[in-house]
């Protein structure tokens, strides 16, 4: 997923028609304007609770405003800092409302939520605070529906056609844009308007192909991770020390989850996917290496992928290297047996019990101390 | 008996002269398949192992009665893959193609309801009948045909489990594997409905993952409307939230999507869960004893 950062998100909305605060965006204080009014600037990072955190600060004149920017500068946010500040005008607010845009995994169908309860963690909202409605992807967001949001989030008059214009506008971000989410939390209502005072819009990695515009941030900041990423290797990071080499998101987490039955405690997460290709697993195995595991753990199920592809990737890549670690393989399937020939050949032994060889896995580490 | 396969199953491969197309159609061929045609825009008029060619699924469906489809074409011309094979009137449609925006898949899968084609993935290994048919890429030599109906939302370990089953002198009466994203056709709920009306399925295993809440739909699915054996795995138990774990729909967001509310919500359905993909034979044979 491609999470953008709040300009970004408002620069959609500006596009599709949301109101928003007038703003701009700054990378340093002297690139702040004369301010001849109430503002606020918003560290633009996507780390979330910035303003617990200091990273919105409220100010009235230029010196306050420079010094505000470099207080924000200062905030670790999860060991990430704000290279971008959005200068925005302060909006006087009477209330919060919430709404948002979002896929429903089980009906398989977009959804559209709203609250009163503005401003704080949907996921905080009781469930009988939130309206729910799905949206036919066909049809959209019916007159009815917008009708209906107007009266229950209490919206006055004046400002109801404001209201449906947000919420077209949210779901037309949401479907030309390829959105997962599309959030105005909170949706400031004042005396005369709304606007949206914050942007979340997040983009499907999967449909990037159609927005070439849309630059790929990483949102990990793992250097490993991104690396993988790069090379279609699904690639996690976790907190032990035994590397786990599998193929399958599937089996890659089974491995996983019975090593920490055993008492280990696994640090990488590298599934190898189907591949016919053992230069894939030698550049795998690599960046395996990079992580610096105490064990690594290959746990194969040959079926597209051939158990001989993966033990040639595998050796090939030990030639070269020279892993200070040890290897334990467990090889099962399509040519298990030219597999398990291979890898002897290279002095690697191979279990067939996956239990088995986990257990040796772990008790080489000493029950992942 | 199987469930959505038979000796009728005509099968069009749309994709064929890629390199995963070429390949799986002559493995499924070896598994006894009838693959009627192929289709690739462009390339009419060619053969693939004798297979003909052709440019459009219409044609497949006119001169040789395909009535099933699978899809090896790219993420980003899948969406119209499907829609062709629904308005050719096929209608048991299984996408093999990993990366299918969610986007499309919601509209297809709309689009489906309307025509009445089952979808099954994307991202997804297909379904496998032993000695009547298989439209996937499930590697052949671990089937043997038996009472056993296999779901699952995993490629690798599916097979991983199914050669347990085997091994244990178990067979299979239909496998599928529904697919890791997190927008798919069948569920492990259509699944379990078919499966409870298959004479020859006698016991379920359901093979979850983290993410999403398909488990604990199914688990109350089954507790009103299953009466034959179910048991279960839940992939994912040791995984952290907030990180993908290798498939889309792989992820515990928001509290949402543990392992530990799987769990729970199949052992209040009264479905054991095994701790390890090993240990579901012992669980199977148990669950059918009782």
């Given at each position: 997923?491609?999470?953008?950062?709040?300009?970004?998100?408002?620069?959609?909305?500006?596009?599709?028609?949301?109101?928003?605060?007038?703003?701009?965006?700054?990378?340093?204080?002297?690139?702040?304007?004369?301010?001849?009014?109430?503002?606020?600037?918003?560290?633009?990072?996507?780390?979330?609770?910035?303003?617990?955190?200091?990273?919105?600060?409220?100010?009235?004149?230029?010196?306050?405003?420079?010094?505000?920017?470099?207080?924000?500068?200062?905030?670790?946010?999860?060991?990430?800092?704000?290279?971008?500040?959005?200068?925005?005008?302060?909006?006087?607010?009477?209330?919060?409302?919430?709404?948002?845009?979002?896929?429903?995994?089980?009906?398989?169908?977009?959804?559209?939520?709203?609250?009163?309860?503005?401003?704080?963690?949907?996921?905080?909202?009781?469930?009988?605070?939130?309206?729910?409605?799905?949206?036919?992807?066909?049809?959209?967001?019916?007159?009815?529906?917008?009708?209906?949001?107007?009266?229950?989030?209490?919206?006055?008059?004046?400002?109801?056609?404001?209201?449906?214009?947000?919420?077209?506008?949210?779901?037309?971000?949401?479907?030309?844009?390829?959105?997962?989410?599309?959030?105005?939390?909170?949706?400031?209502?004042?005396?005369?308007?709304?606007?949206?005072?914050?942007?979340?819009?997040?983009?499907?990695?999967?449909?990037?192909?159609?927005?070439?515009?849309?630059?790929?941030?990483?949102?990990?900041?793992?250097?490993?991770?991104?690396?993988?990423?790069?090379?279609?290797?699904?690639?996690?990071?976790?907190?032990?020390?035994?590397?786990?080499?599998?193929?399958?998101?599937?089996?890659?987490?089974?491995?996983?989850?019975?090593?920490?039955?055993?008492?280990?405690?696994?640090?990488?997460?590298?599934?190898?996917?189907?591949?016919?290709?053992?230069?894939?697993?030698?550049?795998?195995?690599?960046?395996?290496?990079?992580?610096?595991?105490?064990?690594?753990?290959?746990?194969?199920?040959?079926?597209?992928?051939?158990?001989?592809?993966?033990?040639?990737?595998?050796?090939?890549?030990?030639?070269?290297?020279?892993?200070?670690?040890?290897?334990?393989?467990?090889?099962?399937?399509?040519?298990?047996?030219?597999?398990?020939?291979?890898?002897?050949?290279?002095?690697?032994?191979?279990?067939?019990?996956?239990?088995?060889?986990?257990?040796?896995?772990?008790?080489?580490?000493?029950?992942?101390? | 008996?199987?469930?959505?396969?038979?000796?009728?199953?005509?099968?069009?491969?749309?994709?064929?002269?890629?390199?995963?197309?070429?390949?799986?159609?002559?493995?499924?061929?070896?598994?006894?398949?009838?693959?009627?045609?192929?289709?690739?825009?462009?390339?009419?008029?060619?053969?693939?192992?004798?297979?003909?060619?052709?440019?459009?699924?219409?044609?497949?469906?006119?001169?040789?009665?395909?009535?099933?489809?699978?899809?090896?074409?790219?993420?980003?011309?899948?969406?119209?893959?499907?829609?062709?094979?629904?308005?050719?009137?096929?209608?048991?449609?299984?996408?093999?193609?990993?990366?299918?925006?969610?986007?499309?898949?919601?509209?297809?899968?709309?689009?489906?309801?309307?025509?009445?084609?089952?979808?099954?993935?994307?991202?997804?290994?297909?379904?496998?009948?032993?000695?009547?048919?298989?439209?996937?890429?499930?590697?052949?030599?671990?089937?043997?045909?038996?009472?056993?109906?296999?779901?699952?939302?995993?490629?690798?370990?599916?097979?991983?489990?199914?050669?347990?089953?085997?091994?244990?002198?178990?067979?299979?009466?239909?496998?599928?594997?529904?697919?890791?994203?997190?927008?798919?056709?069948?569920?492990?709920?259509?699944?379990?409905?078919l499966f409870q009306d298959d004479v020859e399925t006698e016991a379920v295993v359901l093979v979850g993952e983290i993410g999403g809440t398909a488990e604990e739909?199914?688990?109350?699915?089954?507790?009103?409307?299953?009466?034959?054996?179910?048991?279960?795995?839940?992939?994912?138990?040791?995984?952290?939230?907030?990180?993908?774990?290798?498939?889309?729909?792989?992820?515990?967001?928001?509290?949402?999507?543990?392992?530990?509310?799987?769990?729970?919500?199949?052992?209040?359905?009264?479905?054991?869960?095994?701790?390890?993909?090993?240990?579901?034979?012992?669980?199977?044979?148990?669950?059918?004893?009782?």
């Open positions: 997923m491609v999470k953008l950062l709040e300009y970004e998100g408002k620069d959609f909305f500006k596009k599709y028609g949301i109101p928003v605060p007038s703003g701009y965006v700054v990378k340093s204080v002297n690139e702040i304007q004369p301010i001849n009014f109430a503002m606020v600037i918003k560290a633009q990072v996507l780390t979330g609770g910035r303003g617990k955190r200091g990273g919105i600060l409220k100010v009235s004149n230029l010196p306050e405003a420079r010094k505000a920017l470099d207080k924000i500068s200062t905030i670790n946010f999860d060991g990430h800092y704000a290279k971008q500040y959005l200068v925005e005008s302060a909006v006087n607010v009477v209330k919060e409302l919430y709404i948002s845009i979002t896929l429903d995994r089980s009906k398989r169908l977009p959804i559209l939520m709203a609250s009163t309860e503005g401003g704080m963690e949907i996921e905080n909202v009781p469930d009988e605070k939130i309206l729910k409605y799905y949206i036919n992807p066909f049809i959209g967001v019916s007159l009815y529906i917008k009708r209906e949001l107007a009266k229950e989030l209490k919206i006055d008059k004046k400002m109801v056609g404001t209201l449906y214009a947000i919420v077209d506008g949210l779901w037309n971000i949401f479907k030309n844009e390829d959105a997962e989410l599309v959030e105005i939390n909170p949706l400031g209502v004042t005396e005369e308007t709304l606007v949206a005072m914050d942007a979340k819009v997040v983009i499907e990695d999967d449909a990037l192909f159609r927005h070439k515009n849309i630059e790929k941030v990483d949102e990990t900041f793992d250097e490993l991770e991104a690396k993988a990423r790069e090379k279609s290797i699904a690639f996690v990071k976790l907190d032990g020390n035994i590397g786990v080499i599998a193929n399958g998101a599937g089996l890659t987490m089974a491995t996983l989850d019975t090593l920490t039955l055993w008492g280990g405690k696994p640090g990488v997460f590298l599934d190898l996917g189907g591949t016919d290709d053992p230069a894939k697993v030698t550049e795998a195995f690599e960046l395996m290496c990079d992580a610096e595991p105490n064990v690594v753990f290959v746990n194969i199920f040959g079926g597209v992928t051939r158990c001989d592809t993966v033990a040639t990737g595998l050796v090939n890549a030990i030639k070269n290297i020279k892993p200070k670690f040890p290897i334990v393989a467990r090889i099962r399937g399509f040519h298990e047996v030219e597999g398990r020939d291979i890898l002897k050949k290279a002095g690697i032994s191979s279990f067939l019990d996956m239990k088995e060889a986990a257990k040796n896995v772990v008790d080489m580490v000493g029950g992942g101390a | 008996m199987a469930i959505l396969l038979n000796k009728n199953t005509k099968v069009v491969v749309q994709g064929i002269t890629g390199h995963q197309g070429l390949f799986h159609t002559k493995a499924m061929r070896e598994f006894g398949t009838k693959i009627v045609a192929g289709v690739t825009p462009g390339k009419e008029g060619e053969l693939v192992d004798g297979i003909p060619v052709y440019d459009t699924v219409k044609k497949a469906v006119v001169e040789k009665g395909a009535n099933s489809s699978i899809i090896f074409v790219p993420a980003p011309f899948t969406k119209d893959a499907i829609i062709e094979a629904i308005d050719a009137g096929i209608k048991l449609v299984i996408i093999i193609t990993e990366h299918v925006p969610f986007h499309d898949m919601v509209e297809v899968l709309q689009y489906s309801k309307i025509h009445n084609t089952r979808i099954i993935g994307p991202n997804c290994p297909g379904i496998v009948a032993p000695g009547i048919s298989k439209i996937g890429i499930m590697p052949n030599s671990i089937f043997r045909k038996g009472n056993v109906g296999v779901l699952s939302r995993s490629g690798t370990l599916t097979y991983e489990i199914v050669n347990a089953i085997t091994e244990s002198g178990m067979g299979i009466s239909t496998a599928i594997g529904l697919g890791g994203d997190p927008v798919i056709g069948m569920t492990f709920i259509d699944g379990l409905s739909e199914a688990a109350e699915f089954i507790e009103k409307n299953i009466d034959k054996p179910v048991v279960a795995y839940i992939a994912g138990r040791s995984a952290p939230p907030g990180k993908r774990m290798g498939h889309a729909g792989a992820i515990i967001s928001r509290g949402r999507g543990t392992a530990d509310s799987k769990v729970k919500a199949f052992e209040n359905a009264g479905v054991k869960v095994a701790h390890l993909p090993q240990d579901l034979p012992e669980l199977l044979h148990k669950a059918m004893k009782q």
